[in-house]
């Protein structure tokens, strides 16, 4: 199945946490999908340290600044991206690639209140790429009720990095493959690495939705409380 490039989406839907991407692009040159993207509840996610480590390169980046020092202001930044402007992108950062998917996710009581990101992007400087997700996930996701202020404590930011998806070669192993199910009329369901279950939940979904196409992406998911611990 061929996606034409496309720019934004926004993600979401509470409890059950069924998550619902709207691509927006240019009318004349991008097509309007709908991708329904399909999370269970993130204790199941991987963390940034029990993740294997990724074989991308820039992947292979984030996870090492993640474990490292440098990363402290960049959640700092993060959390201060929730709460107010003027926030200042830290100079420590892994060079950026606007070739790899960003998604930021919130989650408050293992129930996602907001979603937004991107496997292309219009923007091309970080920091108002990063403000623009960060303000989508808050403020702009129709089906969350919008955090605020005085729920922040609890609340984990998930900042998930990613490859293009690819046609899958192999069955996909679910604990470190990003999975994108194609149907139809351009509808997609994707999961990111550690939310199916292993292969005998991933064979009963395959035999039940009965995708057109099966493809796959390698992610790094990094776990951010919004309190520093």
């Excluded at 194609?182 to 369901?189: A, G, I, K, T, V």
């Amino acid at each position: 199945m061929m996606i034409s490039p496309v720019s934004e989406f926004l993600i979401f839907r509470s409890k059950e946490l069924f998550i619902i991407l709207h691509i927006g692009g240019l009318k004349k040159q991008f097509l309007h999908l709908a991708l329904l993207l399909l999370l269970f509840p993130f204790t199941s996610i991987l963390n940034s340290q029990s993740q294997a480590y990724p074989s991308d390169p820039y992947l292979k980046q984030w996870k090492d600044f993640s474990l490292s020092g440098e990363s402290e202001e960049f959640k700092e930044y993060l959390r201060c991206q929730l709460l107010r402007s003027g926030c200042v992108l830290p100079d420590s950062l892994p060079k950026i690639s606007f070739e790899h998917a960003y998604f930021i996710t919130l989650v408050k009581k293992n129930r996602n209140r907001g979603c937004f990101g991107a496997f292309h992007h219009r923007e091309r400087n970080f920091h108002r790429l990063i403000k623009r997700y960060i303000r989508g996930a808050l403020r702009e996701d129709p089906r969350s009720i919008p955090l605020q202020r005085d729920e922040f404590d609890d609340v984990r930011i998930y900042l998930s990095i990613g490859t293009q998806p690819k046609p899958a070669e192999k069955f996909p192993d679910t604990k470190k493959d990003g999975i994108v199910f194609h149907y139809s009329e351009n509808r997609q369901e994707i999961y990111i690495p550690g939310e199916i279950r292993g292969e005998v939940s991933l064979s009963k979904m395959i035999n039940s939705k009965k995708p057109e196409e099966i493809r796959i992406f390698e992610a790094f998911v990094w776990q951010i409380p919004f309190r520093a611990q």
